[in-house]
Each structure stands twice: as structure tokens, then as C-alpha cells.
Nanobody
Framework: VQLVESGGGSVQVGGSLTLSCVASEDISTFFVGWFRQVPGKGREWVSTIGGGATFYVDSVKGRFTISSDNAKNTVYLQMNSLKSEDKALYYC?????????????????WGQGTQVTVS
């Protein structure tokens, strides 16, 4: 499975961005997650969608929304009310996952990342 993220950019504090993750094949039965990473730190789990449910890290609840369009093999991350601490390289990831996990090592396939800058 190949994943390609897009939609990153530079926005002001309080602004919005929508990230997209396009998969090379049908991932509708898998759980798909978004992670983010800042220089010098490990990847932080942000959100996951799968099994008809969505999951969020506490720091983005109420501001970020994850969704999917199975016909387009695409998962989105709508990010509103962005804060300076949301600045990071954002990755989408999936694998042969049929349950929720926030553990990076359990995701087998990763995109190249898309940069989000908030200032």
C-alpha cells in the first residue's frame, strides 16, 4: 500500500487546513491513522479512523476531524483553530489493522509526510 499526503502549508494561529491521504488501493476495511513529528522528537499519534469510529489525542479533540471517502481511497484530517504547537510534519499510516491502536509500530505503511506550519 502506498500513501500520499497533501494539504500541508503555512497558516496563522487560529487558521484551518485540511490534510488528505490518498491510498494506492482500497483501505476501507483497515484502520488509518494520522501522526505528527517535530524535529528532535518521536512521532506523536493524532487521530485514527476505522470500524465506524474515530479516535483523537486529547490535545486535538474538538479542533480536528478525521473522515474518509472510501470511493476515493482517501482519508482526511480537517484541522481547525490551529495552534503553534500543532506545527509538525504530519504522516498518515495504515496496515493490516482491524482494531484501534495509537502505537506507531503497529502501522506498517507510511506516507512521506506533509508539513504544517502555524505562526
Amino acid at each position: 500500500v502506498q500513501l500520499v499526503e497533501s494539504g500541508g502549508g503555512s497558516v496563522q494561529v487560529g487558521g484551518s487546513l485540511t490534510l488528505s491521504c490518498v491510498a494506492s488501493e482500497d483501505i476501507s476495511t483497515f484502520f488509518v491513522g494520522w501522526f505528527r513529528q517535530v524535529p528532535g522528537k518521536g512521532r506523536e499519534w493524532v487521530s485514527t479512523i476505522g470500524g465506524g469510529a474515530t479516535f483523537y489525542v486529547d490535545s486535538v479533540k474538538g479542533r480536528f476531524t478525521i473522515s474518509s471517502d472510501n470511493a476515493k481511497n482517501t482519508v482526511y484530517l480537517q484541522m481547525n483553530s490551529l495552534k503553534s504547537e500543532d506545527k509538525a510534519l504530519y504522516y498518515c499510516a495504515t496496515g493490516f489493522l482491524w482494531r484501534f491502536t495509537a502505537t506507531e509500530l503497529e502501522y506498517n505503511y507510511w506516507g512521506q509526510g506533509t508539513q504544517v506550519t502555524v505562526s
